[in-house]
C-alpha cells in the first residue's frame, strides 16, 4: 500500500522555526516528485512546494519564498520541509502528497500534521 | 499568478446530478484535476487530466474542461458525496500548482 506519514508538526513562536518529515512506503519514492500542500483552520487547500526526483529542482508559493526549503534524502524514503521565520499565517495542517509529473496532480496523500504559530 | 475560481457552495437533491464549475483564464489549455475532501480527512484524487479516473473512483464521478472552464459532475448523487471539493492546475509558466477556493456540496 502507498504510504505518506507526516510527523514533526507542534506549537511554535512568531519567528521560530520547525522541520516536519514525511515517511514514503509502498513504492519507489526516487522516481517521483514531491511537495508539501496545507490547509489552515476553515480554509482550503494551498501548495506549498515541489521537489524533483533528485532534488535539483524546487518550486515555492511565493508567501514561504525565502523562509521556507523542502528537501529529501531518497536512501531513506524521506521528505522534509524546513520552516524558519514562522508567521500566525503559517498555521496549517501540513499535508505530504506525490506529485505526477506527467499527469499533474496529487495521487497520495498523507494524513497530515498540524502547525500552530502562536505566543 | 494564475488563479481559480469556484462557487463556494452548491445544493443537490439525493439522486440527482451535481455540476460543480472550475474558472480560470484559458484553463481548458491545461490540465485539470478534481480532489474531494470529506471533514477530518484528506484530500482524495477523483479526477486527473481533466476527465480520467483513478481506479476505485466510482463512474459517477466525471470531468471535462474547455474554454475558461472545467467541470465536475457527479451523477446520482449519493448522502456520502457530501464533502468540499477542489479543482486545480499546474501552472507551466511558474511551474506552480493551483487550487481553486473549494465547493461544499450539501447533499439535502
Known amino acids: 500500500e502507498e504510504q505518506l506519514v507526516e510527523s514533526g508538526g507542534g506549537l511554535v513562536q512568531p519567528g521560530g522555526s520547525l522541520r516536519l518529515s514525511c515517511a514514503a512506503s509502498?513504492?519507489?519514492?526516487?522516481?517521483?516528485?514531491m511537495s508539501w500542500v496545507r490547509q489552515a483552520p476553515g480554509k482550503g487547500l494551498e501548495w506549498v512546494a515541489n521537489?524533483?526526483?533528485?532534488?535539483?529542482?524546487?518550486y515555492y508559493v511565493d508567501s514561504v519564498k525565502g523562509r521556507f526549503t523542502i528537501s529529501r534524502d531518497n536512501a531513506k524514503n524521506s521528505l522534509y520541509l524546513q520552516m524558519n521565520s514562522l508567521r500566525a499565517e503559517d498555521t496549517a495542517v501540513y499535508y505530504c502528497?506525490?506529485?505526477?509529473?506527467?499527469?499533474?496532480?496529487?495521487?497520495?496523500w498523507g494524513r497530515g500534521t498540524l502547525v500552530t504559530v502562536s505566543s | 499568478s494564475y488563479d481559480l475560481t469556484q462557487p463556494p457552495s452548491l445544493s443537490v437533491s439525493p439522486g440527482q446530478t451535481a455540476s460543480i464549475t472550475c474558472s480560470g483564464d484559458?484553463?481548458?489549455?491545461?490540465?485539470s484535476s478534481w480532489y474531494q475532501q470529506r471533514p477530518g480527512q484528506s484530500p482524495v484524487l477523483l479526477i486527473y487530466?481533466?476527465?480520467k479516473r483513478p481506479s476505485g473512483i466510482p463512474e459517477r464521478f466525471s470531468g471535462s474542461n474547455s474554454g475558461n472552464t472545467a467541470t465536475l459532475t457527479i451523477s446520482g448523487t449519493q448522502a456520502m458525496d457530501e464533502a468540499d471539493y477542489y479543482c486545480?492546475?499546474?501552472?507551466?509558466?511558474?511551474?506552480?500548482?493551483?487550487f481553486g477556493g473549494g465547493t461544499k456540496l450539501t447533499v439535502l
Open positions: 502528497a506525490r506529485w505526477g509529473i506527467s499527469s499533474n496532480c496529487f495521487g497520495v
Open positions: 509502498g513504492f519507489t519514492f526516487r522516481s517521483y516528485w
Open positions: 521537489i524533483k526526483e533528485d532534488g535539483n529542482e524546487k
Open positions: 484559458n484553463l481548458g489549455h491545461k490540465s
Open positions: 487530466r481533466d476527465g
Open positions: 486545480q492546475a499546474w501552472d507551466i509558466d511558474t511551474a506552480h500548482v493551483v
